[in-house]
């Protein structure tokens, strides 16, 4: 049996395929190397029962993740999976090539990650063209979770919500200035909680304010991460993750300025890609 992952930051989705079929679906915490050590992420899984109970039955397991971004990186993720997995072999990348596996249409295309951070990449098929870094959530992440959450709480702490989102805001969380910097300060895992609170900010998604903030953010992501291609005029550009399912009308709107084809918007890649590995892994 094989086991394939698709990690973001905030959560993990795993799928179990047997004898080329969908067999089992589960769900984890999200694992990032740049948060997680190997400890870390052995201790979540293994503490899982569901995981743990098939533990000895699995034979490879191929898993793409946030933070996936390097051999070093990749190890303390592999080396976690591993003591789990005991009789597995392990495959770790990154959550780009997920993305661009996911989107793959048989023509070269832009793929884009807007979820709790964001990304993109170029791929053709065989080769995976990064063309800027991701810089994460304090330097970048533009048109992410964790880029609106924070455009929410600065603007809650220098008072420029409008009054209407500003009580509602304070209703719904009721905390304070020393409590937003702790978590965002002095907590680990501050680009999940600036994320958290998209829920809240999708509440308000017809507001005139939240709107042009969306805007705002997507025409910033794909000003820095698409237009950065050569020729992204005349390429498809593919969005995953919910940012782009969410706020579908917002990221066509900035897409159309830049002069963006939009193709494929999925809010989650784990499907197309267990088919992808079904495809060519089905006797696993």
């Not at 990749?74 to 780009?96: C, G, M, P, W, Y």
């Not at 009580?167 to 020393?178: D, E, L, V, W, Y």
Request: aromatic share 14%; hydrophobic share 35%.
């Amino acid at each position: 049996m094989m086991l394939i992952a698709e990690s973001g930051s905030t959560k993990t989705d795993w799928v179990l395929v047997k004898n080329g079929v969908v067999y089992q679906r589960y769900k984890t915490m999200g694992y990032n190397p740049f948060f997680h050590n190997e400890t870390i992420i052995y201790n979540s899984i293994n503490q899982d029962r569901e995981m743990q109970s098939i533990s000895k039955q699995v034979d490879h397991v191929y898993f793409y993740g946030a933070g996936c971004s390097s051999n070093e990186l990749n190890a303390i993720v592999e080396k976690a999976l591993q003591r789990v997995f005991t009789k597995a072999s392990i495959l770790v990348d990154h959550d780009l090539l997920a993305c661009a596996l996911a989107t793959y249409q048989g023509e070269p295309a832009i793929s884009c990650i807007l979820g709790t951070g964001s990304n993109s990449c170029l791929f053709d098929g065989e080769n995976l063209i990064e063309q800027v870094p991701a810089l994460g959530y304090i330097l970048g992440d533009e048109g992410s979770g964790s880029y609106y959450g924070k455009k929410l709480l600065s603007d809650y702490l220098y008072n420029k919500l409008p009054e209407e989102i500003k009580t509602q805001f304070n209703t719904t969380f009721g905390i304070s200035k020393a409590e937003i910097f702790d978590n965002v300060y002095m907590k680990p895992h501050a680009n999940v909680y600036l994320a958290s609170f998209m829920r809240f900010i999708s509440s308000f998604s017809k507001h005139e304010y939240v709107d042009q903030m969306i805007k705002t953010g997507m025409k910033h992501f794909m000003s820095n991460h698409v237009c950065c291609f050569d020729n992204y005029s005349n390429m498809k550009v593919h969005f995953i993750g919910s940012m782009s399912f969410i706020f579908e009308k917002q990221l066509r709107f900035s897409a159309n300025e830049l002069n963006i084809s939009v193709g494929k918007i999925i809010k989650q890649p784990i499907d197309n890609l267990v088919n992808y590995h079904i495809k060519y892994y089905s006797n696993n």
